[in-house]
C-alpha cells in the first residue's frame, strides 16, 4: 500500500484529504505544518507529500528547500494552495505537481495516481 503524507495547518483540509485517499486504498498520515512533516517524513518515508505552502512553523516553501538536499529528495511533492502566484517559485524547485484549492476530488486523485505510478 502507497503512503501518503498530508500536511496542511488546516484540520479540515487534512480530513477531507485523508478521508479522500483512504478511500482509494491509499495509507495516509498527516502533519500540522512543515516541522512537524519534517520529522513524519524523516521517519516514514512516504512514496508522496501533499503539501500546503502558508502554515506556521515552517511553510511549504521552507520544507520544500530542506528536503531538497537529504534523502527525501526524490519523494514526489503535490503542492496544494490558494495562491496561485506561487506556481512559479515551486516550478523552479523542481517541483512539477500544484493543485490550487478549492480542488476538484477527481482531479486530486488523478494527480496522486500519476506521482505514484512514476
Not at 34 to 59: C, H, N, R, W, Y
Amino acid at each position: 500500500m502507497k503512503k501518503i503524507l498530508v500536511v496542511d495547518d488546516d484540520p479540515n483540509i487534512c480530513e477531507l484529504l485523508e478521508l479522500r485517499l483512504k478511500s482509494s486504498g491509499y495509507e495516509v498520515s498527516t502533519a500540522c505544518n512543515g516541522v512537524a512533516a519534517f520529522v513524519k517524513a524523516s521517519d516514514e518515508k512516504p512514496d508522496l507529500i501533499i503539501l500546503d505552502v502558508a502554515m506556521p512553523t515552517m511553510d511549504g516553501l521552507k520544507f520544500v528547500q530542506a528536503t531538497r538536499w537529504l534523502e527525501m529528495k526524490n519523494i514526489p511533492i503535490i503542492i496544494l494552495s490558494g495562491r496561485r502566484n506561487t506556481k512559479e517559485i515551486f516550478d523552479a524547485l523542481g517541483v512539477v505537481h500544484f493543485l490550487t484549492k478549492p480542488f476538484e476530488s477527481k482531479e486530486l486523485l488523478e494527480t496522486v495516481a500519476g506521482c505514484i505510478n512514476n
